[in-house]
């Protein structure tokens, strides 16, 4: 789908909608902002207003969020009308909560739609293995690998490599669960962390064990209503903690948008030869997929290759993503959902933008709360600066302060990416807490021709 200008929403579309957000961190706060934008909002609701960012736009849920209590929630939808569900993190789409929360118009009801895919498709993440399995089955271009339910076969494969392999827990383990060593004694550690010591719990009764490939990264992101797909703006993420890619696998401190690693015969390839594909299986394994899809992708000598997928936006990928959007993003939401999304042609900022991500003392294996975070109202008046707040509430004294690892996202507009670089770490300068981590490099690799 092109990214053209129109002043038309997408057919169908009602007035004006009660909104529900599941999700509580930076990823789910640049998702308040675009929906309470939106002149067609009516109210937001919000499961995670604990976080301060998200409860300045939403007002709360007053029920238990638990798969368990799934009803609850349902309850709290039908006596609020609401029409729009948008799930942001990954556990509540692998747990269902798209499958419990959907209502048809059957009935004389108005019908509930989701933002996000049911269960069956979120297993597309929540399961490495199967993933792999349906690649191969779509002919879609990824690393060889093999997939181990017991310690010792793997560790046996492991042995017989000539080169150290990826270690991924098959499951859902935050971002952290895809090790990378630089020895075959490494990679045989990183399977007994994993199957063993249950480092990542039950996300590790599954391992896949993975040739290495070498590359730049690229993350596209896509919308997909199950038969349309909108391949967004490229990003390219930084996973690693440390400067220079160093470090223990974080769930992302920082990324930047457009990527200029990937040109138009490259998304071309990758829709065609990734999107369609995945999607076309997808349906014929009779799964109704609406909401994001997310191709991991490293640009290889013999082309993309898929590292991974996701069922969500990226955090902090749609934090810079949002900020380029100029259209309305409810209606974007609500045309996935309703599979209109053929009605919406795309509003892009041509600027560029850069997200740097404020990490807490101690973050990623020992995360430090309670810091008191001073200069966010400080670092917004900067010109085309936003904050995103992620891991962060407020102490009985009203102050902000550090509720977990990755604690806020400082996102910058720029006429290049270089400029937004600059622009988002002036605003992080001004922002302090005791312990704070953030990389010095997200975009420097590029940042010469860009």
Avoid at 105 to 132: C, M, N, V
Wanted: charged fraction near 25%; aromatic fraction near 4%; proline fraction near 6%.
């Amino acid at each position: 789908m092109t990214e053209t200008r129109s002043n038309e929403g997408p057919k169908g579309i009602p007035d004006r909608i009660n909104v529900l957000l599941i999700g509580g961190g930076g990823r789910e706060h640049a998702l308040a902002r675009g929906i309470a934008a939106s002149p067609r909002l009516s109210t937001l609701y919000a499961t995670h207003t604990s976080n301060p960012g998200i409860a300045a736009l939403a007002k709360p849920v007053d029920v238990p969020v638990s798969i368990r209590e799934i009803y609850r929630l349902e309850q709290f939808c039908d006596k609020h009308d609401i029409g729009l569900v948008v799930i942001g993190p990954e556990d509540p789409l692998a747990e269902g909560y798209a499958d419990a929360l959907a209502r048809s118009s059957e009935g004389g009801k108005p019908a509930r739609l989701i933002f996000g895919p049911t269960k069956a498709g979120a297993k597309l993440e929540a399961d490495k293995a199967y993933a792999k399995q349906l690649m191969r089955a779509a002919s879609i271009p990824t690393a060889e690998a093999r997939v181990f339910t017991d310690a010792e076969p793997a560790l046996e494969y492991v042995r017989t490599r000539m080169e150290p392999p990826v270690v991924k827990a098959a499951g859902l383990a935050k971002g952290k669960g895809v090790l990378i060593p630089d020895t075959i004694e490494q990679a045989a550690d990183d399977v007994r962390s994993i199957m063993v010591d249950r480092a990542f719990g039950d996300a590790g009764n599954a391992v896949v064990i993975e040739e290495r490939l070498s590359g730049p990264e690229l993350s596209v992101l896509a919308l997909t209503d199950g038969r349309a797909i909108m391949v967004l703006p490229p990003c390219q993420d930084h996973k690693r903690l440390g400067e220079g890619d160093t470090g223990p696998n974080t769930g992302g401190m920082g990324a930047f948008c457009p990527s200029p690693t990937a040109d138009s015969d490259v998304l071309e390839r990758v829709e065609l030869d990734v999107l369609v594909r995945i999607v076309d299986t997808l349906r014929r394994e009779g799964i109704d997929y609406r909401g994001v899809l997310y191709a991991g992708l490293m640009l290889t000598p013999s082309g993309p290759k898929v590292l991974e997928f996701n069922c969500r936006f990226g955090d902090p990928e749609c934090q810079p993503l949002l900020a380029r959007y100029r259209g309305d993003l409810l209606e974007l939401l609500w045309a996935t959902a309703a599979r209109r999304l053929g009605d919406i042609d795309a509003q892009w900022d041509e600027r560029a933008t850069c997200c740097i991500v404020m990490a807490s003392a101690g973050y990623p294996d020992e995360p430090r709360t309670g810091d008191v975070i001073e200069g966010v109202q400080e670092a917004e008046k900067l010109d085309g600066v936003r904050v995103d707040l992620a891991g962060v509430k407020r102490d009985d004294a009203d102050r902000l302060v550090t509720a977990g690892g990755r604690v806020l996202g400082v996102t910058a507009l720029g006429a290049t990416i270089a400029e937004a670089r600059d622009r988002a770490y002036e605003a992080a300068s001004k922002i302090r807490f005791s312990g704070s981590q953030m990389r010095r490099d997200i975009g420097a690799s590029v940042t010469a021709t860009a």
